[in-house]
């Protein structure tokens, strides 16, 4: 199992920059692939960013060149820097890890950009 706990989110202003931090403990080295998503009240969770074993990443259209995500394998994190942030990037903001066809939770963190 892996257990995942997210952290960093807050209120900032739009431009603004914040940085999730994913916190990873369990079997860390079955993990093939992680992710962040976002999602608000009434609408399905979707795809920010995903960072594979490998290192190699993918991001969604709307989050590309604003965001990097990155693993530390030595701290046991993952991490979401967000850069120049705006309004439509409010949302709560999960992290997700994959081992073999079983998909792991954080309980998500909360992102609100606003003046």
């Known amino acids: 199992q892996v257990q995942l706990v997210e952290s960093g989110g807050g209120l900032v202003q739009p431009g603004g920059s914040l940085r999730l931090s994913c916190a990873i403990s369990?079997?860390?080295?079955?993990?093939?692939?992680m992710a962040w998503y976002q999602q608000n009240p009434g609408k399905p969770r979707d795809l920010v960013a995903t960072?594979?074993?490998?290192?190699?990443?993918f991001y969604a259209d709307s989050v590309k060149g604003r965001f990097t995500i990155s693993r530390d394998n030595a701290r046991n994190t993952m991490d979401l820097q967000m850069n120049s942030l705006v309004p439509e990037d409010t949302a709560s903001y999960y992290c997700?890890?994959?081992?073999?066809?079983?998909?792991?939770w954080g309980h998500g963190t909360q992102v609100i950009v606003s003046s």
């Open positions: 997700n890890a994959y081992v073999k066809n079983l998909a792991y």
């Open positions: 369990g079997n860390i080295a079955s993990i093939t692939l």
């Open positions: 960072i594979n074993s490998a290192g190699g990443t």
